[in-house]
């Protein structure tokens, strides 16, 4: 449904009919324009923010399944224990790509990541009438009519390569975006709250390199300014933000990135996904969905809507949804910079269906139909399948 001809005839019974075969649960239209969407909710959408997630393919670039880290250990280990009833909230909420990169690193990371992608590929593989390995720009165009949820295998660290040739290893396991660093030093280079940051190395430059050989995406979302920088200056290729948001509106935090880092990404061809991590969309309170959609409009003033995307840096239930302990655990393993607060998420965007809600504010902030397409994933999705063509 890409025409004005074709949106405009999108009759009640056709709408409901589509939502039925997304996994949406159908209810009344009312009256005004104005969908309750989901039967287990009284929360109504607009009809022009449901036709658009219909039509878009909706990425979320830093989308782990699930923050509850020991049940997903347990769906690795038993894949048939993942029911239909786990896997609804994730049709239900209209995202049809999650990248699901994580932090690994530390001496053990080759075989630590060995084991991650491992675990995955037997995961996907036994529900493979329900998710897709996205590895591919072919699978990027057909995973929204399949029906199924498609997995973009990701890291947000870079030490699992010991040697360029590892990139070679871990790209034929189906890993397709790969974080130079996390939020400390590695090899490569440094990350945003390190100490110092001297940029990349001579080995981090061949591993660039090497990733823009095989087709792996080059991501700079935890590394420090200056190893940002000389990432845009090495890689031949776009590079991507694939999660964080503006310094300029978050009070100077080491996780967002400056100005001069968001115009080198889109000089580069790149793309950068907006958070709706509290601490990063603002540092004091209220913090609230207005805030985070002030991120999209500073980027898409600064550089342009076609380098713009969305990258929640959360499961759908958000960080305090987590169990008690495994949340303190969490705080515990960043530095202070931080700047944790009581909440960590942000309300409105904390639920399965945070992109009908992220795409009413866009609607709200007056952008384009053309334009929310492009920010819900057809920006992502393009600069992807250029990265992934060799």
Not at 61 to 73: I, N, Y
Not at 258 to 287: C, L, N, Q, Y
Not at 339 to 363: A, Q, S, W, Y
Request: aromatic share 8%.
């Amino acid at each position: 449904m890409d025409t004005k001809s074709e949106r405009i005839t999108l009759t009640r019974r056709g709408m409901l009919k589509t939502l039925v075969g997304t996994g949406l649960l159908s209810a009344p239209m009312i009256n005004r324009g104005r969908y309750s969407v989901f039967a287990d909710s009284k929360v109504e959408y607009s009809k022009r923010a449901v036709e658009l997630m219909q039509r878009a393919t909706v990425m979320d670039m830093l989308g782990p399944l699930t923050l509850d880290f020991p049940k997903q250990a347990k769906w690795y280990a038993n894949p048939g224990i993942f029911t239909a009833a786990d896997l609804q909230p994730y049709k239900d909420s209209g995202i049809n790509i999650f990248h699901v990169a994580v932090g690994m690193g530390g001496p053990e990371a080759y075989l630590n990541v060995l084991k991650y992608f491992a675990s995955w590929n037997g995961f996907i593989a036994h529900h493979d009438d329900h998710f897709m390995r996205i590895d591919s720009a072919a699978k990027l165009d057909r995973v929204k009519a399949s029906g199924k949820i498609g997995i973009l295998l990701g890291l947000q660290n870079s030490d699992q390569f010991r040697t360029p040739a590892d990139v070679d290893f871990f790209h034929g396991l189906g890993q397709r975006v790969s974080q130079l660093t996390y939020n400390s030093r590695n090899l490569i280079g440094n990350g945003s709250t390190e100490r110092r940051d001297e940029g990349i190395s001579d080995f981090g430059a061949t591993i660039i390199e090497r990733m823009n050989k095989v087709g792996m995406a080059v991501d700079v979302s935890h590394c420090g300014d200056r190893t940002t920088l000389d990432a845009f200056e090495i890689s031949k290729k776009p590079v991507l933000i694939t999660h964080s948001n503006c310094r300029a509106l978050a009070q100077g935090h080491p996780r967002c990135k400056s100005d001069e880092s968001i115009k080198k990404m889109a000089a580069s061809g790149g793309v950068m996904g907006i958070t709706a991590v509290r601490m990063f969309v603002k540092v004091d309170e209220p913090t609230t969905i207005e805030d985070v959609l002030n991120h999209f409009d500073y980027v898409a003033r600064l550089v342009g809507v076609e380098h713009l995307g969305i990258g929640s840096d959360s499961d759908l239930y958000g960080y305090d949804a987590m169990p008690p302990d495994q949340n303190r655990q969490l705080r515990a393993s960043y530095k202070g910079t931080y700047g944790f607060r009581d909440k960590i998420d942000v309300e409105g965007l904390n639920h399965p269906r945070r992109m009908f809600d992220l795409t009413e504010g866009l609607i709200r902030r007056k952008y384009s139909d053309k334009d929310i397409e492009a920010i819900l994933g057809g920006n992502f999705k393009r600069v992807l399948a250029q990265l992934w063509t060799v």
